[in-house]
């Protein structure tokens, strides 16, 4: 078990979906890990439901969901550099960066023109 919650949280999504799961109970999660669900969420890639103790997910249209390591620090034009790393086709999927308006998706952070980290990708 490593110390990185939100990669932990990531691969567990990615494993249940090789599994050929739909379903999966996360119980160590943290407030990134849930803002970076709420983003995949507003987008339809999964569904979630946060209890006491537990984290709910339903899993839907996610092809790829990474966490990105090291989180690299960008600045706005260095972003779409790590777009054509991380993704595999322009407009498909999208880069969770971290800046200090809060997380969003790298096409916002572009338009804002904010650089920020990088912590993950979702196609």
């Known amino acids: 078990m490593s110390q990185d919650i939100v990669s932990d949280g990531l691969n ?8 050929g799961k739909r379903e999966l109970v996360l119980k160590r999660y943290s407030g990134l890990l849930i803002k970076i669900l709420d983003i995949a969420k507003q987008y339809g890639y999964i569904d979630y439901n946060l209890s006491k103790n ?4 339903e ?4 092809n790829t969901m990474r966490a990105i390591k090291p989180r690299f620090t960008v600045s706005v034009k260095r972003i779409n550099f790590y777009v054509r790393r991380f993704l ?17 998706r790298h096409e916002e952070a572009e338009e804002k023109n904010i650089g920020g980290c990088l ?3 979702i196609f």
């Open 12 to 19: 567990q999504i990615m494993n249940t979906k090789k599994a």
């Open 54 to 57: 537990e984290l709910k997910i």
């Open 59 to 62: 899993i839907k249209n996610v």
């Open 88 to 104: 595999p086709a322009k407009n498909f999927g999208f880069i969770i960066v971290s800046t200090n308006k809060g997380l969003m």
């Open 119 to 121: 912590i993950a990708y």
